[in-house]
């Protein structure tokens, strides 16, 4: 069955940088785009960007370009999110998610980035 | 890009039906026919209810439909249960080739 599991919760400092990661297994990765959608508390979904699996092509959300980047490894199926230059209001449960493609629609079970001093 | 327009709140008896509206503009709702709607418990994963605006995927109750007018769509549950009380939100595709969600609707049974 599909599935994607994320890296374990963080807790960071103003101004510095987190990367989580996102196992895809069960499904073709480079067959469909890996999305990353973060909430923040008290707050709505909110979309950041998209990875192309297959050519690494990406497309951020305006708020986080220049702040963001992501990146895959086709050879461990996992993709990448790094968000740099960390502010409180960064603080979030950060999702990876295959969506937007019909039916194939899956999501992480989420990772709690905490930034704090 | 900015979000979707949800109402914040709706609420309903169990057995009435509600809907809940998500309005964008032409480079998203109005100009693609991908629409999504999301239900959502605080702490797990989204559950995809509605995609390409009006279709359901197979599992999900037949009191779950979505349609589109112009510029908004809408997500209407008829019978509600105690079980549909969660946190909805619909996202879309836009014309920048990204996505977009909604501000989110959470949905009171009474």
């Known amino acids: 069955q599909v599935q994607l599991v994320q890296s374990g919760a963080e807790v960071k400092k103003p101004g510095a940088s987190v990367k989580v990661s996102c196992k895809a297994s069960?499904?073709?990765?480079?067959?469909?785009?890996m999305h990353w959608v973060r909430q923040a508390p008290g707050q709505g979904l909110e979309w950041m960007g998209w990875?192309?699996?297959?050519?690494?092509?990406?497309n951020y959300a305006q708020k986080f370009q220049g702040r963001v980047t992501m990146t895959r490894d086709t050879s461990i199926s996992t993709a990448f999110m790094e968000l740099s230059r960390l502010r409180s209001d960064d603080t979030a449960v950060y999702y990876c998610?295959?969506?937007?493609?019909?039916?194939?629609?899956?999501w992480g079970q989420g990772t709690l980035v905490t930034v704090s001093s | 890009q900015s979000a979707l327009t949800q109402p914040a709140s709706v609420s309903g008896s169990p057995g009435q039906s509600i809907t809940i509206s998500c309005t964008g503009t032409s480079s998203d709702v109005g100009g693609y026919n991908y629409v999504y709607w999301y239900r959502h418990h605080p702490g797990k994963a989204p559950k995809l209810m509605i995609y390409?605006?009006?279709n359901r995927p197979s599992g999900v109750s037949n009191r779950f439909s979505g349609s589109k007018s112009g510029n908004t769509a809408s997500l209407t549950i008829s019978g509600l249960q105690a079980e549909d009380e969660a946190d909805y939100y619909c996202s879309s595709y836009t014309t920048y080739n990204t996505w977009v969600f909604g501000g989110g609707t959470k949905l009171t049974v009474l």
């Open positions: 390409e605006v009006s």
């Open positions: 990875v192309n699996p297959n050519s690494g092509g990406t």
């Open positions: 998610a295959s969506l937007g493609a019909t039916i194939f629609d899956y």
């Open positions: 069960g499904y073709t990765f480079t067959d469909y785009y």
